[in-house]
């Protein structure tokens, strides 16, 4: 399997200098051992499209770029021109393998909604068109089930799978937002098994009256309560050999020592 990070996480603090920050990002990933990277697609405007500049920053790092990540809006359209904008520059960068996709997020009150099955139907037949678009050049796409969002739940999960199709859309189930949604971890991935086309992971701190936001539960990996080992094992008996991505959005500390604390964690627990 391939272990890659998240960068994101670097480009939250300096609004004016995104490149460098980027880059941090890159280097920090490649000094701890991480094979991989993947960033959000819009990071694209962050570098005025130019995808030379970023393919060089990677080469530099030796590092790959294995996902970018597609967020939906409210303007299905705009979404679609956006897609096709950022699988062009995935192309031009040499070939990123996945695109993630994730439905809209709210972020106020209340968390918890009903299952809304006619936005799921939406975000599906969405998935469907951009994973058309994916495929015809050489991407594969996923769907990423997130708190906050219209699938998140077991049943929204289900719901949406139901109207996918399979040849065009995989999932990106993560670990956090499995747990959080009150999933069995190693159950989820047992079930979601064939399913899965890309992981993300991450831990979760268990005291969830204190954190009403599930995203300020999220934690470094070995620094909560997830059942990483079981999640593995139940993606190794559906022989998933893809790319295991450790996610932080809330990091505890340092982006830094945040990746640092989950490459020793897979390292000296998880065997990878």
């Known amino acids: 399997m391939q272990i890659a990070y998240t960068g994101w996480t670097w480009l939250v603090n300096h609004e004016d200098n995104y490149q460098w920050e980027f ?16 960033n959000f697609a819009f990071i694209t405007r962050y570098f005025d499209n130019d995808a030379d500049k970023v393919r060089a920053l990677l080469e530099k790092y030796g590092l790959k770029l294995v996902n970018m990540y597609l967020h939906f809006t409210e303007d299905p359209e705009a979404d ?30 209340p968390y918890d909604r009903p299952m809304d099955k006619k936005a799921i139907e939406g975000f599906a037949a969405l998935s469907n068109r951009v ?15 997130h708190f ?10 289900d719901y949406y799978d139901s109207l996918v199709d399979h040849d065009l859309v995989k999932l990106c189930l993560d670990t956090a937002h499995t747990f959080v949604a009150g999933m069995d971890v190693e159950k989820a991935f047992d079930k979601y098994g064939d399913r899965i086309g ?20 999220f934690r470094a990996l070995g620094l909560g309560v997830v059942d990483f080992g079981g999640a593995l094992k139940s993606l190794k008996k559906h022989d998933f050999d893809g790319v295991l991505c450790v996610e932080l959005d809330n990091p505890p500390v340092c982006n830094y020592r945040s ?7 897979i390292h000296n627990v998880l065997g990878y």
Not at 199 to 207: E, F, G, N, W
């Open 131 to 145: 994973g058309k678009l994916c495929k015809e050049n050489g991407v594969t796409a996923c769907f990423h089930p």
């Open 23 to 38: 880059e941090q990002s890159l280097k920090a990933s490649a000094d701890l051992g991480y094979e991989a990277v993947e």
């Open 198 to 217: 890309y992981v993300h992971l991450k831990d979760v701190d268990p005291d969830a009256e204190k954190y009403p936001y599930a995203i300020d539960r």
């Open 259 to 265: 990746a640092q604390i989950s490459r020793e964690y």
């Open 80 to 109: 679609w021109e956006n897609a096709v904008a950022y699988v062009d520059f995935m192309k031009r960068l040499g070939g990123v393998p996945y695109m993630n996709m994730q439905a809209v997020m709210w972020t106020d009150e």
């Open 148 to 157: 906050s969002t219209a699938v998140y739940k077991e049943e929204e999960i």
